[in-house]
């Protein structure tokens, strides 16, 4: 489900049909590139859910954290910290 406004998706919502402990997911791997001084892509080939960003040892703030990626999906996540080397290697 999306919320459109002029035409631009502002927000969605992913719905499952069965409690988060019944889905049978596969094991994924995701990747993470540094696109730029303070963003981040993380992309995945199948579903993953509650992908979470985490830069231990600082004090950071995400635009977006906690979220599903589709099947060959990508999220584009601003980091506001001064330690972005420390997350993608």
């Keep these: 489900m999306k919320l459109l406004v002029n035409d631009v998706a502002v927000s969605s919502n992913k719905y499952y049909f069965e409690k988060p402990k019944f889905l049978n997911l596969p094991k994924v791997k995701n990747s ?9 892509e993380r992309t995945t080939g199948k579903l993953a859910r509650s992908i ?3 830069l231990s040892g600082t004090i950071n703030a995400f635009s977006d954290n906690c979220f599903d990626l589709l099947s060959a999906g990508k999220r584009i996540v601003q980091v506001k910290s001064n330690d972005l080397k420390k997350l993608v290697r």
Excluded: Y
């Design 32 to 40: 993470i590139k540094q696109i730029s001084e303070n963003e981040i």
């Design 52 to 54: 979470w960003c985490l």
